[in-house]
């Protein structure tokens, strides 16, 4: 596989059948996917979209994807990122326990620091990351990672006045005990439109933690910035929005401020979920929809080996979905709570595995790859920043 530093691809590449082979990123061994994804409303019209991300146009009914530019690129399992108010990035390495800015003009990379008490194993490290809603005035980064004995969310000073290397500072701990293993230990947080902090958990393999609403795995949380409870929550005193998840490492909010999460499955089915507070999304009773009553269907479901999900953004009325083991990017246009269409695939095979996307003003969109993960096949200059122009 070749993989150019820089292309441009405008057309939506085929949905193709494939074998199935090793777990990866959350997904069990699976059989050959011989199913394309299906939609809930896939001949719901496109004009029905609303809008989307920062762009104030609907989905077209045809999306498009352009390469602009490769931003920074060779990073070590880079998984979260944040975009400072200047335009610059923060980019975390999963292995390496540290925060890098990359100058989203020059390219040149500058470790902020290191993140005591991370400890790298399987697919737990460090991972994502998020600004405090007030970055302007307290210049506070939200990290999740794990430890040896659980995975946590912690804020830390970005202090830029000190040396490279030393410039966070010490991780003020607003939320622990989420459980940790080898596998699915979620990782992504993103602030919402209403100022609180949500976090997508795994459930470690421990398939039961999902079920169990005592538990902090394989759930969406919501907290205030300082790991409290949000107001409105639907369990008392607890900081559990959703539950019956396997895996979330996808979350993002369209122009409506509803939440959708991607979710990875097991042998069968990924899933992109539109979520709804104190509901039951399955796991591991069901994978994929026909859940009936008690659970929530997936809004889009992908054959694993297509998909794999990690994170998703909201651009110009679509969601775009970054696939691991699937090794493309996905655009899902919605028209209200549902799909607009049949999902298109972009870049496939192109970067190999992605791993993160961030809307990035407009129709632009940023993306990271995930080759150095262990699981990929890197190559010279992996892994890879890249600005995308999408419709």
Not at 195 to 216: C, H, P, R, V
Not at 254 to 262: C, G, P, T, V
Not at 303 to 324: F, H, Q, T, Y
Not at 335 to 349: C, H
């Amino acid at each position: 596989m070749q993989r150019p530093a820089v292309t441009a691809v405008l057309a939506a590449a085929a949905l193709l059948s494939a074998t199935g082979c090793s777990a990866d990123g959350g997904n069990g061994t699976a059989g050959p996917a011989t199913t394309a994804p299906t939609a809930s409303a896939a001949s719901a019209p496109a004009s029905a979209a609303p809008t989307g991300g920062a762009s104030p146009s609907a989905a077209p009914a045809k999306g498009s994807v352009r390469v602009v530019s490769t931003v920074a690129q060779g990073l070590k399992s880079p998984w979260g990122l944040a975009a400072l108010p200047g335009g610059d990035l923060l980019v975390s390495s999963r292995d390496e326990g540290t925060i890098t800015r990359v100058d989203a003009e020059s390219g040149k990379l500058t470790v902020l620091g290191e993140v005591p008490g991370v400890a790298p194993g399987g697919e737990g490290g460090l991972m994502g990351l998020a600004l405090s809603p007030k970055y302007a005035e307290d210049h506070l980064i939200y990290a999740y990672f794990t430890t040896e004995s659980d995975n946590r969310v912690a804020r830390m000073l970005y202090d830029e006045s000190r040396p490279a290397g030393q410039q966070l500072g010490a991780p003020d701990t607003v939320l622990r005990g989420i459980p940790k293993g080898l596998v699915h230990n979620g990782g992504r947080i993103a602030f919402g439109p209403d100022g609180m902090l949500y976090a997508g958990t795994g459930e470690t393999g421990d398939t039961g933690l999902a079920q169990d609403k005592t538990s902090l795995g394989g759930k969406i949380l919501r907290m205030t910035p300082d790991g409290q409870p949000a107001d409105g929550n639907p369990f008392e005193d607890s900081v559990v929005y959703s539950y019956g998840h396997r895996n979330v490492q996808g979350l993002a909010w369209d122009a409506e401020k509803r939440l959708w999460a991607a979710e990875f499955g097991q042998n069968t089915w990924d899933e992109l979920n539109l979520i709804e507070a104190g509901a039951n999304y399955g796991w591991p009773e069901v994978e994929g929809k026909g859940g009936g009553r008690d659970y929530v269907d997936p809004v889009v479901q992908w054959r694993v080996a297509e998909a794999s999900p990690s994170g998703i953004a909201v651009v110009r009325g679509s969601v775009w979905m970054a696939a691991l083991r699937g090794e493309r990017l996905w655009r899902v246009p919605l028209a209200g709570e549902k799909a607009a269409g049949a999902p298109q695939a972009f870049l496939e095979g192109e970067y190999g595995r992605l791993r993160t996307v961030l809307a990035a003003g407009g129709d632009r969109l940023w993306l990271v790859t995930s080759e150095t993960d262990t699981r990929g096949t890197p190559e010279s200059g992996d892994d890879r920043v890249l600005l995308l122009e999408v419709s």
